[in-house]
């Protein structure tokens, strides 16, 4: 409760978020934030209507927050995560043993290195962004990090727009143009678009695994393959 309370006031004062009101360890810990009316960029996915616009007005939001924290880098904790994600998929040994030494080459490349962190929305699912008269909203700042890499945002909403249009609508090819588009419009500038596509199969897959524990089928298959996948990318 005291958590998300303090993070909500932290992303409050640099981006539009649903505000603290007030809190009561009493009540079962209970939060109450302010209430926004509209629709959530979820609403917008499934109908594919202006999605770009929405997507653009993210893009601007999260990097509002990244640039406007800015922190130490912890890179051990972003691996460290990862391994607590892939103790909780319970992994066939060889599988685990694939990921392991595939986390390996991440971690001695330099691509992850960087000079600096930031807060993190961390939760970054659709239906935590809410427009109202065109202006996004962020919401459930429970699970937000300090001194995290700003590419773990991008890289775990890419992720729900790939598994999102694989399930809904006929293939995960569909979501490319949306997500380069919202890479784009999170970039600086060619080259920053660049080493962020260089770096965002390595938080697609963190994206994609953490979906990977919500099932019990074919489809949780799927997406431990695609997440092995995005981090071939680094051979």
């Known amino acids: 409760m005291l958590n998300e309370y303090q993070n909500l006031e932290k992303a409050a004062s640099v981006i539009d978020v649903a505000r603290p009101i007030a809190i009561n360890k009493d ?3 209970v939060l109450v934030t302010e209430y926004i009316p509209g629709k959530a960029l979820s609403w917008y996915l499934k109908h594919e209507t202006r999605l770009y616009e929405r997507l653009s007005g993210v893009a601007g939001l999260l990097r509002k927050l990244h640039t406007r924290t800015i922190s130490s880098y912890d890179k051990k904790k972003e691996f460290s995560n990862f391994h607590e994600i892939l103790d909780q ?3 066939e040994q060889k599988t685990r043993e694939d990921f392991n030494q595939l986390l390996g ?7 992850l290195d960087r000079d600096w962190g930031c807060m993190l929305h961390r939760d970054v699912h659709p239906a935590n962004y809410i427009f109202r008269k065109g202006k996004p909203y962020a919401l459930d700042f429970e699970s937000s990090w300090q001194h995290g890499n700003p590419i773990r945002d991008l890289g775990i909403l890419s992720a729900e727009l790939k598994t999102y249009f694989e399930r809904q609508k006929g293939g995960d090819f569909k979501a490319e143009p949306y997500i380069g588009h919202f890479l784009w419009e999170y970039s600086e500038n060619e080259a920053e678009f660049r080493q962020i596509t260089e770096i965002l199969p390595f938080y697609m897959s963190v994206g994609l ?4 524990r919500l099932h019990r089928s074919e489809y949780r298959k799927y997406l431990i393959q695609e997440a092995i996948a995005c981090l071939k990318a680094i051979l």
Request: hydrophobic residues 45%.
């Open 27 to 29: 009540f079962h810990c």
């Open 89 to 91: 998929l319970r992994l």
């Open 209 to 212: 695994l953490r979906s990977a």
């Open 105 to 111: 080459k991440w971690w001695y490349s330099p691509l």
